[in-house]
T-cell receptor, first 115, second 114 residues
Framework: DQQVKQNSPSLSVQEGRISILNCDYT??????FLWYKKYPAEGPTFLIS?????DKNEDGRFTVFLNKSAKHLSLHIVPSQPGDSAVYFC??????????????FGGGTRVLVKP | DAGVTQSPTHLIKTRGQQVTLRCSPK?????VSWYQQALGQGPQFIFQ???????QRGNFPDRFSGHQFPNYSSELNVNALLLGDSALYLC?????????????FGPGTRLLVL
């Protein structure tokens, strides 16, 4: 049972344009969501997060939107730069798991930004 | 400020052997989580250690075990290796003092089982 899904395995965008990455989840107990970027041969790098008490969080070129009723979140990158070319993972955790905060990941979306 | 470090970077083993992977958390972090990432997939949670105890475990067999030391560093041990254990093993650290405990990842150890 895949609780976090990224339905688009890849995305190609022109430099300077907006990249929109989508993520859906099924577990209504998830209350904290994160986006990570991963380059080949490196570990995932934390980008931005959002708590379920918010519907938007912004950090520079990155904005994450959360729609709790639809169990959907998205990551917007504006403007896209060639260095943004990487695999992006959506992840979720549930605070009710008091013993820990394991992350459940989606399958990733490969982004290619063309110069 | 050093981030999360892992050793070794690459490892080749044969079926049936045992392997130990090591992780040092980011400075100030007290919790270590381990993930397995198979090719083309997202990371899968193995287990998490805090205060030298396993706090949470994912859907992995008992062949996977771990340890956390008083300095918060951690080891992941895998016994009786199978071909399917070939993957990138990621360590992440976080702090119980931080709200929501964002996890920061190391570069990973790539394990190949022949």
């Amino acid at each position: 049972d895949q609780q976090v899904k990224q339905n688009s395995p890849s995305l190609s965008v022109q430099e300077g344009r907006i990249s929109i990455l989508n993520c859906d989840y099924t577990n209504s107990m998830f209350d904290y969501f994160l986006w990570y970027k991963k380059y080949p041969a490196e570990g995932p790098t934390f980008l931005i997060s959002i708590s379920s008490i918010k519907d938007k969080n912004e950090d520079g070129r990155f904005t994450v939107f959360l729609n709790k009723s639809a169990k959907h979140l998205s990551l917007h990158i504006v403007p896209s730069q060639p260095g943004d070319s990487a695999v992006y993972f959506c992840a979720a955790s549930a605070a009710f798991e008091a013993a820990g905060n394991k992350l459940t990941f989606g399958g990733g979306t490969r982004v290619l930004v063309k110069p | 400020d050093a981030g999360v470090t892992q050793s070794p970077t690459h490892l080749i083993k044969t079926r049936g052997q045992q392997v130990t992977l090591r992780c040092s958390p980011k400075s100030g972090h007290d919790t270590v989580s381990w993930y397995q990432q198979a090719l083309g997939q997202g990371p899968q949670f193995i287990f998490q250690y805090y205060e030298e105890e396993e706090r949470q475990r994912g859907n992995f067999p008992d062949r996977f075990s771990g340890h956390q030391f008083p300095n918060y560093s951690s080891e992941l041990n895998v016994n009786a290796l199978l071909l399917g254990d070939s993957a990138l093993y990621l360590c992440a650290s976080s702090s119980r003092r931080d709200y929501q405990e964002t996890q920061y990842f190391g570069p990973g150890t790539r394990l190949l089982v022949l």
